[in-house]
């Protein structure tokens, strides 16, 4: 019994120390896996991030006129972070969105107009 409790607790320690490393080597990936897994991350807090529409990235994957877009996003600091997400037809070309967003994992996205983004952040989005 002693040695499948070692057994037991060993497999739960490899599983933890798994799901950690993963969290830590898959933040900023943009990939269905990375995203997926930031969704449940417990070491990535969520968190506002600002991004400029360039429909120039937008692709219509599934012809359902369901446009990915990948781009480049800012967080309040202005630090830059790779993301990808789904808006439901062609965004606005040249406006801005403020996302909400656990790592890559984009919760919500809502227009945002300057006054409501940092400065230094609405700097850095006109000069892509």
Do not use: W
Request: charged share 25%; net charge positive; hydrophobic share 35%.
């Amino acid at each position: 019994m002693r040695s499948f409790l070692r057994v037991f607790l060993l497999g739960i320690f490899l599983l933890v120390i798994g799901y950690f490393g993963a969290c830590v080597g898959l933040k900023d990936s943009t990939s269905e896996m990375g995203q997926a897994l930031n969704k449940f991350n417990v070491l990535v807090k969520e968190e506002p991030r600002y991004v400029k529409i360039d429909n120039s990235k937008a692709v219509d994957e599934d012809g359902y006129g369901n446009y990915d877009y990948t781009l480049t996003s800012y967080d309040q600091k202005g630090q830059k972070h790779p993301i990808k997400f789904t808006g439901m037809g062609k965004l606005k070309e040249g406006h801005y969105l403020k996302l909400t967003t656990k790592g890559t994992y984009v919760i919500t996205y809502k227009e945002a107009f300057e006054q409501d983004i940092p400065h230094n952040v609405y700097e850095k989005l006109n000069n892509q």
